[in-house]
């Protein structure tokens, strides 16, 4: 069951500006990100026995293996991607939606694609009651991204590959830009820029993602 937006106290405007707070000392900067973040209600992307937990600034459990990622993360990755002001933006891994709906409150259109469809459908009840209505989602394997839709002006990628897919690099736009965790068992958040044929590579924290990986769930 999806918590209600409103009612119990643990969603309080003073709760989540706590959490903002939080967000702020750890080093965020953008305040649209932050606004976004405030404006969203975390709690009900989450079942209901975990919604008490919605406002500490950790990963949870969402269910077939997937976490919704810490607040700290979806900002900062969220603040890389809104560093390039892209208009369009595909991502990878929809898994509750969280990061959807964080999207859909700064970028014109988001098109997000998730392997799981029990997920997917869950994810898109809650971008509903949110009225959400600039995100297209696609039940697919994620490491192909969405060619048809393409080209992105940015890309976001929630869970974690061995190497970034070309054919993810070849969604990009001309001066568009991916944030995504790379790696393994040890895993580097990195942005790439792409220039004319060219892709620019930049680390920027050591981080802990679940595995992308391919296929359909039905």
């Avoid at 595909?90 to 799981?116: H, K, N, P, W």
């Avoid at 997917?120 to 600039?134: G, H, M, P, S, V």
Wanted: glycine share 8%; proline share 6%; net charge neutral.
């Amino acid at each position: 069951m999806v918590p209600a937006i409103d009612g119990i106290g643990m969603t309080s405007r003073r709760t989540r500006m706590r959490l903002i707070q939080r967000l702020r000392e750890a080093g965020i900067r953008d305040e649209q990100v932050l606004a976004a973040l405030e404006e969203v209600p975390r709690h009900i992307f989450l079942d209901e026995a975990l919604a008490h937990r919605a406002y500490e600034d950790t990963a949870l459990p969402i269910g077939y293996g997937q976490t919704l990622s810490q607040p700290y993360i979806v900002a900062r990755m969220t603040e890389l991607l809104m560093a390039h002001k892209p208009e369009r933006v595909l991502e990878l891994g929809t898994g509750s939606g969280y990061q959807t709906a964080i999207l859909a409150r700064l970028c014109d259109m988001v098109f997000s694609v998730e392997r799981i469809k029990a997920l997917q459908d869950r994810a898109r009840e809650r971008l509903q009651l949110l009225k959400t209505r600039n995100v297209m989602l696609r039940l697919a394997d994620g490491g192909m991204g969405w060619p048809e839709r393409a080209p992105f002006d940015g890309i976001i990628v929630t869970a974690a590959p061995k190497v970034l897919p070309d054919e993810l690099l070849a969604q990009l736009a001309d001066g568009g830009v991916l944030v995504a965790p790379v790696g393994e068992t040890q895993q580097m958040l990195v942005t790439v820029t792409r220039e004319g044929d060219s892709f620019h590579t930049r680390e920027i924290e050591p981080v802990r993602f679940v595995p992308l990986l391919g296929g359909v769930v039905r």
